[in-house]
């Protein structure tokens, strides 16, 4: 069946320190990629996306993140974090078998220390 | 840019009381959607939504709810008797084609 994990539930960095959260999924095929965040009490806001062709892609608020096939991964990454990037970040993806809807991974909340 | 617009942001109803979620989806959009997410849990599911039909549910959209669409603008979601654990953050989504997803910025019901 497919689902989405991150692994880390709770990553905490120091300010000015570089980020990675992982995102892997299990399908059989390439599924269509997303990154939100979510700041508490506050909706989803998309930093990033990948549907196809280059493999590295850039979001906003200086986040990127890389899909790689192999590992059906796509980890989200920022060279330097800021305070008010901690949030909770969502991996989202959608099975392109499955009506087209998303499938949320479970979170990864990220504490930043001044 | 253009945007999914819910209200209200924050609704508070007594127990077996009847609520509605509004949704404003992006005017070219075809497919629409609701999401929940409970209080500290991930966002899941619930229902979407095409040429004036359901076309797929999640386990948890129950008798209860039901959705519409009821002019040419609103999608709306109802609960008939809302429960304590209906207390969550409900998204609207709405797409486009394959690539134009975007969510609301939800509405925080809370049951009492």
């Known amino acids: 069946a497919q689902s989405v994990t991150q692994p880390d539930i709770h990553i905490t960095v120091s300010e000015g320190a570089s980020l990675e959260l992982r995102c892997n999924y299990s399908?059989?095929?390439?599924?269509?990629l997303f990154w939100y965040v979510q700041s508490p009490g506050q909706g989803l806001q998309l930093l990033l996306k990948y549907f196809s062709g280059d493999t590295l892609v850039q979001g906003i608020k200086g986040f990127e993140a890389e899909f790689k096939r192999s590992q059906s991964s796509f980890n989200l990454r920022k060279p330097s974090v800021h305070w008010s990037d901690a949030a909770e970040y969502f991996c989202a993806v959608v099975f392109n078998n499955y009506g087209q809807n998303f499938v949320f991974g479970p979170g990864t909340r990220l504490s930043v220390l001044p | 840019e253009p945007e999914v617009t819910q209200t209200p942001s924050h609704q508070v109803t007594q127990m077996g009381q009847e609520v509605i979620l509004r949704c404003v989806p992006i005017s070219n959009h075809l497919y629409f959607y609701w999401y929940r997410q409970i209080l500290g849990q991930k966002v899941e599911f619930l229902v979407s939504f095409y040429n004036n039909e359901i076309s797929e549910k999640s386990e948890i959209f129950d008798d209860q709810f039901s959705v519409e669409r009821p002019d040419g603008s609103n999608f709306t979601l109802k609960i008939r008797s809302t429960k304590l654990e209906d207390s969550a953050m409900y998204f609207c989504?709405?797409?486009?084609?394959?690539?134009?997803?975007?969510f609301g910025s939800g509405t925080r019901l809370t049951v009492v």
């Open positions: 399908y059989g095929a390439t599924p269509y």
């Open positions: 989504a709405s797409r486009q084609g394959d690539y134009g997803y975007t």
